[in-house]
């Protein structure tokens, strides 16, 4: 799947040009991507390789936005060893010992110096794990150094302080050095970023967990993220297992999906291995 997803693409949202950035593959078990799904239901959408794995998209979406660039998702990264890109089958390497969201970053013209702005929706490791890289001397550094970096307050506080069932998720080389280098900008509830650019608590997959709402010229979209991951998680019972509050993710679909085929938003997927975005229509996904 990976060797055939494009690396970049864009579409205009707005006034807006929007690069859906390819940050890798990744391979998460099936049934934990499912929760309560049966198998002989979600193989029929999404088939499972030898050791039950489906296989998924991760992808970053930058904006060139009036005040500058902004980022939303960092992917991976280059930090992890060859037995943790084994398990997840991460597929990610780019050129010069960086990794393909860098790559397609230079493809559409940008360094990441140039990036003004990341937001993260949640601080998992297939999310915020580009946020930092570590350089040939094995030194960690920021992957963005001119960007402020934007999440939740209750999601960094709740990254910091695991426990057995969310440590696996959280690793703190992806964001303690953003918070020690001051380059945080923590929030609280449902904010404007840069004009246009809002996030929106969204919360279930993580209790602080936010969607990123795109407003311009008239026209919607909605970078949702792990609160549907991909287009066959739009119906509203088709929750992750990963989930750390699953009835609260059912109650944010149900209110978030109504107002977005309401309102006619564009829906924009990080996770779905060839759906970038689309629209709903009587509760069903239409992609385009
Ligand atoms: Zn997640």
Redesign the pocket.
């Known amino acids: 799947m990976t060797s055939t997803a494009p690396l970049h693409t864009q579409r205009r949202i707005g006034r807006w040009t929007v690069h859906a950035l390819w940050a890798g593959g990744l391979r998460l078990d099936g049934g934990a991507m499912f929760g309560i799904v049966p198998k002989p239901l979600w193989e029929r959408r999404m088939q499972a390789d030898g050791r039950n794995r489906i296989s998924l998209g991760m992808r970053s979406f930058l904006i060139e936005h009036e005040a500058g660039l902004v980022l939303i998702e960092t992917g991976v990264g280059n930090k992890e060893d060859p037995k943790f890109c084994d398990i997840y089958g991460v597929d990610n390497a780019g050129t010069e010992g960086r990794t393909m969201l860098e790559d397609a970053l230079r493809a559409v013209g940008h360094r990441p110096e140039d990036v003004r702005i990341v937001i993260d929706t ?1 601080l ?1 490791f ?2 915020a794990g580009g946020n930092t890289y570590r350089d040939r001397d094995g030194k960690l550094r920021l992957t963005f150094p001119n960007a402020r970096y934007v999440v939740q307050a209750g999601e960094y506080h709740y990254a910091t302080h695991t426990n057995e069932r969310t440590a696996g ?1 959280y690793l703190a080389h992806n964001f303690v050095p953003v918070q020690e280098a001051g380059a945080f900008d923590l929030v609280e509830g449902e904010r404007e970023i840069v004009p246009g650019i809002r996030v929106v608590p969204t919360p279930g ?2 209790p602080h ?1 936010h969607s990123v709402l795109l407003e311009s010229a008239g026209e919607r979209a909605i970078v949702i ?2 609160l549907v ?1 991909t287009a066959t998680h739009v119906p509203l019972p088709w929750i992750m297992g ?1 989930d750390v509050e699953p009835l609260v993710t059912l109650e944010t679909k149900r209110r978030i999906l109504a107002r977005a085929e309401a309102e006619d938003w564009l829906v924009v997927f990080v996770h779905d291995p060839t759906v970038i975005w689309g629209r709903l229509k009587e509760g069903r996904f239409g992609a385009g």
């Open positions: 949640h998992h297939d999310h998720s997959h993580t967990h993220a792990d991951p990963y």
